[in-house]
């Protein structure tokens, strides 16, 4: 049932209360995308670090912090979604609230104004699940709707049309989703039944039906794909976690960003390709050339560009199938950025490798690193 605007504004107010003060406690989920990262911690309040260009990290500011800062006017959210330079943050009663570069609509305010706060999205009381792509935001509702809002000129918000939405406009064609994903100029979704759908531009075979048309604003069935659990996407690739346990890619490899050997002439893969050496897979996730997942046994793999440390495995080199991260082990969970990745561990420190340049590693520090470094958290 949706509720009506005066309890939606009333959700809005009780959003900004308290969260201010008091011990952040331990992370307990983490978000990354562009060059900034978020984590939720026990105590129900939201800490970012990284670049703050926008205003994503959500502090009232627009300074770059490489050290982890609250989030302003955010209490309890059920889950965080980062992307390139804005984020948003998903409560139990359903609202969305977003923050950051709203150039595109992306905030869903139905405003094009940047906000370095918090600020509830229009017309959605029902969500439950959320993602940010580079310049729109998608979100799955309770009767397993998808909407997006934001940039449209490739489709990626999957309407039919190429016009940008300030506020959520429903997907055409998915029904029953339980997950969606949006990235640079595509986006995806996951039915309950384990199919999946793609949307948005398709230069590089990312949206894995099987054809080559560049664009495609109206949802395309993933084939050969009937087991999925889990999507990640990168900028011109795209992942899922299977049934099995075992992870398939497809789109473009031309940074090994597929983890297959065994591609056609033209570096694609149009349809799912099962990716090398992977077994006992519980999540995955994706930055812009690059993919990481994480095993049963807390143990990380990831693979692609690693032109600064990406992939975490002590070096620079390309890695075109799954290394294992240097010195990772009982990770919990997992989230990429841009050029940049980290884990939350069982005992609760945060890690994160490769770029730096705007602290999104959150160890005080500009440098990049090619294995994992702690994340200095507050107390």
Not at 90 to 111: K, M, P, S, Y
Not at 160 to 177: C, I, L, Y
Not at 322 to 341: K, M, N, Q, R, Y
Request: aromatic share 4%.
């Amino acid at each position: 049932m949706r509720r009506p605007a005066s309890v939606i504004a009333f959700l809005s107010v009780l959003a900004g209360c308290g969260g201010e003060d008091g011990p952040v406690g331990a992370v307990v989920d983490l978000a990354a995308g562009g060059s900034s990262t978020c984590a939720r911690t026990e105590t129900g309040v939201v800490i970012c670090w990284g670049g703050n260009f926008n205003g994503q990290l959500g502090d009232g500011t627009t300074t770059d912090r490489p050290l982890p800062v609250r989030t302003r006017g955010i209490r309890n959210p059920v889950q965080i979604a980062v992307g390139d330079a804005h984020a948003c943050a998903l409560l139990e009663t359903g609202a969305v609230f977003c923050w950051g570069r709203n150039n595109h609509g992306q905030i869903g305010d139905g405003t094009t104004d940047d906000r370095s706060g918090p600020t509830l999205v229009m017309g959605i009381d029902d969500a439950v699940q959320i993602s940010a792509g580079s310049l729109h935001t998608c979100a799955v509702i309770a009767d397993g709707t998808v909407m997006c809002w934001g940039s449209n000129l490739f489709g990626q918000i999957g309407d039919g049309t190429a016009e940008g939405r300030t506020t959520p406009t429903a997907v055409r064609d998915v029904e029953g989703a339980a997950e969606v994903r949006a990235s640079t100029h595509h986006s995806c979704a996951r039915t309950a039944g384990g199919d999946a759908f793609c949307w948005g531009n398709n230069e590089d075979g990312q949206l894995g039906y099987g054809g080559t048309e560049p664009l495609h604003s109206r949802p395309q069935q993933v084939f050969p794909l009937a087991n999925a659990e889990g999507l990640a996407l990168g900028e011109e690739h795209s992942c899922a976690r299977l049934a099995d346990q075992t992870v398939a890619c497809w789109g473009t490899n031309a940074r090994g960003q597929q983890g297959d050997l065994g591609l056609g002439p033209d570096g694609h893969n149009y349809s799912p390709a099962v990716v090398v050496d992977l077994t006992g897979i519980v999540e995955l996730t994706a930055g812009s050339f690059h993919s990481c997942a994480r095993a049963t046994a807390g143990t990380v793999k990831c693979w692609g560009m690693n032109d600064v440390g990406q992939v975490g495995n002590g070096t620079t080199a390309p890695a075109p199938v799954p290394f294992d991260v240097a010195g990772l082990t009982e990770a919990t969970h997992l989230a990429a950025g841009s050029h940049h990745s980290c884990a939350l561990r069982a005992d609760g420190a945060v890690l994160c490798w490769g770029i730096n340049e705007h602290g999104q590693l959150g160890n005080d520090g500009v440098s990049a690193a090619n294995q994992p470094v702690d994340t200095l958290l507050p107390p």
